[in-house]
């Protein structure tokens, strides 16, 4: 039997002739190092994060693919194939939901509120062959699916204010009593999400799980020059997540 192609590398190779077709490559590796400051020591300034080409750039064919991979290795290690619909608020390029989209043979929603980011989605979407679609929205007013559903926050929360991220955990529970399954995944960093305990203890005293992931990171040729030109060398791909299954 033939071997399945993986989907990746043609997404990779699609990502790459579209956002270098007018950037030098030494661009891209000054957006991610601009990307990496924002949301490592500027966090107040994250409203900017798809301020330019370079950074436009860098967040496509950098953290988009690192976000897919890593998505990836957590839905596969978390059997998370129920769902037959991938919703996922704050879905900046789709990566991340078109991962767990790909494993379940599911179809795709993304809720995003950046226009650019909606257009990039929207590509993803169709280089991967997932079916779906990418909307404008507000996340503090969306209705939440229930049963059929996954749901998906990746790298999503720390951009919010307390208040809707309160109301986010109240809505996430009352959507896994419908049915849908919850998956939010952060970085591994806990200085980065100080509100990732109370999260926690919410979800585990529902029946979910939490976990921190290390994955070996096996990176195409153009993104391992990225990943060390900006200084960064990801030898592991590492996550933690909070799972409502």
């Known amino acids: 039997m033939r071997e399945q192609a ?24 000054k957006g991610v190092q601009a990307l990496s400051s924002l949301y490592v020591e500027r966090r107040a300034r994250l409203g900017r994060l798809f301020d330019g080409a370079g950074k436009r750039a860098a967040f496509a064919l950098y953290y988009g693919p690192l976000h897919f991979l890593t998505l990836r290795g957590i839905t596969r290690a978390l059997h998370a194939r129920g769902p037959s619909r991938i919703v996922e608020l704050g879905c900046g390029t789709a990566a991340a939901g078109a991962a767990w989209a790909l494993e379940c043979g599911a179809g795709y929603e993304g809720v995003e509120h950046s226009g650019w980011a909606i257009e990039e989605a929207r590509f993803t979407l169709k280089s991967l062959r997932v ?46 009593a419908r ?29 979910g799980r939490a976990h921190e992931w290390r994955f070996p990171a096996q990176l195409p040729p153009t993104l391992a020059l990225l990943d060390k030109a900006a200084g960064l060398e990801h030898r592991e791909l590492t996550a933690r997540s909070l799972w409502l299954g």
């Open 179 to 207: 049915g849908a399954s919850v998956l939010v995944v952060e970085p591994i960093a806990r200085r980065l999400s100080p509100w990732w305990e109370s999260w926690r203890a919410v979800i585990e005293e529902h029946g």
């Open 6 to 29: 993986d989907p990746f590398v043609g997404f990779f190779a699609a990502l790459e002739a579209r956002h270098r077709r007018d950037l030098e490559f030494a661009e891209i590796r």
């Open 131 to 176: 079916p779906g679609h990418v909307r404008r929205g507000d996340l503090s007013r969306e209705r939440l699916p229930g049963e059929g559903s996954g749901i998906l926050l990746a790298w999503t929360l720390n951009e919010l204010q307390e208040t809707v991220r309160s109301n986010l955990l109240r809505d996430l529970v009352a959507a896994r």
